[in-house]
């Protein structure tokens, strides 16, 4: 039986991809920053975690309780729309400090365990939109790219350690939270008034999107197939790019 910690569970992929692993007998440590049982069906295979990515002490905390684990999935993110000029850099980094190095340090907190056995993999859910820019999204496109640089460069320094890393991304999701999350950090200076609204008209008559279904079957795959490529794509939209990238 195999054991995978996933950041990020109370809503959106994280939360469908615990149910999906959870169906197929994997034990599941679904984590998140406030605790709730009510979000997966009762399991002795289950256990949700306390986790918040941005304090140290809570990862060490989380990953003590966690155990040995097989599959790391860093998928906690926040969103962010806005064209830079409106952008606090407090907001800006908030950003980064979920997006990226809350994932660098979940990352390297499961590194010694996984280097130890010789043995684990690292999911890291990033964005489709680093494959091709949007409007209004460029903090966001810049956390969500450095973490793929990151996961790259990560995957030759374990491959001796027989650990692989590999990024899923997915595309735009209007069924998960991430529209909710961005909204709360909306940043439209007036003259960028026109623009954003030509944008998120756009989004709206936009048909083809990810489900959280699809994320929670890139990352399944993942886990579970070592021959699988570093990037993978999750969702209509996002596979649409990738094929013309």
């Known amino acids: 039986m195999k054991t995978i910690l996933i950041t990020g569970c109370s809503s959106g992929f994280g939360l469908e991809t615990a149910r999906y692993f959870l169906d197929r007998d994997w034990t599941v440590i679904a984590t998140m920053r406030t605790p709730r049982e009510d979000l997966q069906p009762r399991s002795e295979r289950l256990r949700i975690v306390s986790l918040d990515v941005m304090d140290a002490d809570s ?29 606090p850099m407090e907001t800006a980094r908030e950003v980064f400090e979920t997006n990226t190095f809350g994932t660098m340090a979940m990352t390297q907190a499961v590194l010694p365990q996984f280097r130890e056995r010789r043995s684990g993999v690292i999911i890291n859910v990033t964005s489709s939109v680093t494959l091709k820019p949007l409007h209004l999204l460029s903090v966001y496109t810049a956390s969500k790219a450095a973490v793929n640089a990151f996961t790259e460069s990560l995957a030759l320094e374990l491959e001796p350690f027989g650990v692989r890393a590999h990024l899923v991304l997915p595309g735009r999701a209007p069924e998960t939270s991430f529209g909710e999350s961005a909204r709360s950090r909306i940043h439209i200076p007036e003259p960028y008034a026109p623009m954003a609204q030509s944008v998120f008209a756009a989004w709206q008559q936009s ?39």
């Open 207 to 245: 048909t083809t999107v990810t489900r959280a279904l699809d994320v929670a079957e890139a990352v399944w795959r993942v886990a579970n197939d070592p021959s699988c490529p570093m990037r993978l794509a999750a969702g209509a939209d996002a596979v649409a790019l990738t094929s013309a990238a």
């Open 59 to 87: 990862i060490r905390r989380a990953v003590n309780e966690a155990g040995p684990i097989d599959v790391l999935v860093n998928n906690a993110g926040i969103g962010l729309l806005g064209a830079l000029e409106g952008v």
